[in-house]
């Protein structure tokens, strides 16, 4: 996704743990403010620390990277600020991922943990890259070759009892894992988690037609306004 210039931050810098994270960025997008995409800067001792860590894990098992987080970061990674009044929605989506650790870094983001950054909780998940399909670097597949994706997605968090009840484009991107088209979900602050087995089938299949219609009136947006980019074949 390209971002506007006015998007670009400064320096920004916050404790985890315990280590002291410089890094610049930019705003997600202006409907996402208090999401920030943030490339941490890494100093050359900060780099040989990290290295020894990595090492020392493939011994440990994840123990340590469970223990120090902070020291386990990828050089990008995402800041989400608790929206204000949004005490309830935050806390809902912790509890959403630690339900689905098995597949974080799968089909949600790795979260490494929570901080305080400017007086306010905020959550620090892995950054997927990719584009969300609400873009058009996001779009370039058709209705067929999405649609298996945005099933799957779906049907991976019906797996730990969890429905993603906030069925909108921008939540779900279109992401390479080792040259194969996937489809990863973010934001589960309206994770549902009270559906029984035969809901979480049958609303797959309705979020799954929701979402293509979504992507079919999209990308006839798209191409009235000239953007829209060439279709190509899934990476499968």
Not at 107 to 114: E, H, Q
Not at 203 to 223: F, P, V
Request: glycine fraction near 6%.
């Amino acid at each position: 996704m390209t971002l506007q210039p006015s998007n670009m931050l400064g320096a920004k810098e916050f404790q985890f743990g315990t280590r002291t994270i410089q890094a610049k960025g930019e705003v997600s997008d202006r409907s996402h403010p208090n999401i920030l995409r943030l490339q941490i800067q890494q100093t050359a001792f900060g780099r040989v620390v990290q290295s020894l860590f990595w090492f020392l894990s493939k011994t440990t098992g994840p123990w340590l990277q469970q223990k120090f987080p902070e020291l386990f970061l990828l050089e990008r990674i995402v800041l989400k600020s608790q929206k204000p009044n949004w005490e309830a929605e935050f806390t809902h989506e912790i509890v959403a991922y630690n339900r689905l650790r098995p597949i974080q870094g799968l089909t949600i983001p790795k979260l490494y943990g929570m901080v305080q950054y400017v007086n306010t909780p905020a959550l620090v998940p892995s950054d997927i890259r990719g584009s969300s399909v609400a873009t058009p670097e996001g779009a370039v597949l058709d209705e067929q070759g999405i649609e298996p994706l945005f099933y799957h997605a779906l049907t991976s968090l019906n797996e730990y009892s969890i429905c993603h009840d906030d069925i909108k484009l921008d939540n779900f991107h279109l992401v390479s894992d080792e040259g194969k088209d996937k489809i990863m979900i973010v934001d589960l602050e309206s994770a549902d988690f009270d559906q029984t087995e035969e809901e979480l089938a049958y609303t797959a299949k309705i979020k799954t037609k929701s979402l293509l219609r979504q992507y079919r009136n999209h990308l006839k947006c798209m191409e009235q306004d000239g953007v829209l980019l060439p279709r190509r074949p899934v990476r499968a």
